[in-house]
């Protein structure tokens, strides 16, 4: 006669059950009941559809199970992690080897090798980040434009605007081009900054390479200059480096700035554009630009263009942003023939 928990037989329409308060699902099941509804959520989310069937089969077998099924799955879960406790030095190697299947050599030498992490740049030149514009700007002014734009590159676009207009208008193309091109720093770099600002930078220096987005910052500097200064720091990056003028040309103004433009300008515009590019850029635009456009266009267009995008099926973001770049370069395009005015978010209008 087969062996069971029960003293008594079970009715004989409901078979008797087998519990192991041991099973791995039972005891997941047990802990997410015992952690509450929000906090067993937030563990849902990160599991996949298999484990949250693994686990709602477990919760069945709890349910099957003697009313101290929960308590015990509960206990045996804690049994393990104090066996896992007692075992301290052999955890290291564990979660090596876990994160060495996961994530690599590379990354599991970096991130047990017991090294800090390196120092953000805004972190490091966090003293210079709180100076007066004025004062720094008057150190900054004797060291070499390379230095500078490290420096600019580091700080809030704001604060760089501000530093820059401090400093010499001679100087300003240079800094704003090695702005432009500087994607790393190596530390050697930055000890020779700390070194050299030392009244401004009160900070160590960690190895490794630091990301520094100094194109972006050289945009916002440029894209808050008056147009004529603009002009002139892109010629004369030209000069040396034509490509990299005509990308910062290109971004100035982007397809958003459009929303800014008078509406005999957008009608301007929309004549020298593909309607179907149109509905493509302004499938991710924001709904100042779409209404912006669908203002300046008849009754019969603007409906059409509206259904067309409601119709639209997903896109992908790179050929939206061909699609708004594109029409960014033909206003541009006009605006240098002289059939629109472009303006800008630094302009000042009377």
């Not at 849902?44 to 349910?63: C, N, P």
């Not at 900054?193 to 160590?204: D, F, G």
């Not at 991710?284 to 669908?294: W, Y």
Request: proline letters at 6%; a negative charge.
């Amino acid at each position: 006669m087969p062996d069971t928990l029960a003293e008594k037989p079970a009715a004989p329409s409901e078979p008797p059950v087998k519990f192991i308060s041991g099973s791995g699902a039972r005891r997941a099941a047990a802990l997410l009941l015992g952690m509450g509804a929000d906090a067993a959520g937030a563990v849902f989310r990160q599991l996949t559809e298999s484990d949250v069937r693994q686990i709602a089969l477990g919760a069945k077998d709890l349910k099957k199970g003697p009313s101290t099924a929960v308590p015990e799955a509960l206990k045996d879960f804690i049994d393990a992690m104090e066996k896992v406790g007692g075992d301290a030095p052999a955890g290291e190697e564990v979660l090596r080897d876990v994160a060495m299947s996961v994530l690599g050599p590379e990354a599991v030498k970096r991130l047990f090798g017991g090294h800090a992490p390196p120092t953000p740049v805004d972190e490091l030149l966090s003293t210079t980040a709180a100076s007066e514009p004025e004062a720094l700007a008057m150190v900054l002014q004797r060291e070499a434009p390379q230095t500078v734009a490290l420096v600019l590159s580091s700080l809030e676009p704001d604060r760089a605007v501000a530093v820059m207009e401090h400093l010499p208008e001679a100087q300003r193309p240079q800094i704003v081009r090695r702005m432009a091109v500087v994607e790393a720093v190596a530390p050697e770099v930055l000890r020779e900054v700390r070194q050299a600002l030392t009244s401004e930078l009160n900070a160590l220096v960690a190895e490794g390479m630091r990301k520094v987005d100094g194109r972006k910052a050289a945009l916002e500097i440029l894209r808050r200059a008056p147009t004529a200064q603009q002009g002139q720091v892109l010629e004369w990056i030209g000069r040396d480096d034509p490509n990299l003028a005509a990308e910062l040309k290109n971004k100035l103004f982007t397809f958003d700035d459009l929303s800014m433009l008078g509406d005999r300008d957008i009608q301007a515009l929309l004549k020298e554009i593909d309607t179907a590019q149109l509905t493509t850029a302004l499938k991710g635009s924001t709904d100042e630009v779409k209404d912006k456009f669908l203002r300046n266009m008849s009754s019969r267009a603007s409906q059409m263009l509206a259904d067309d995008l409601q119709a639209m099926g997903p896109v992908r973001l790179q050929v939206v942003e061909e699609a708004q770049a594109n029409i960014s370069k033909v206003a541009l395009e006009l605006a240098e023939k002289g059939k629109l005015t472009i303006v800008r978010a630094t302009d000042k209008m009377v």
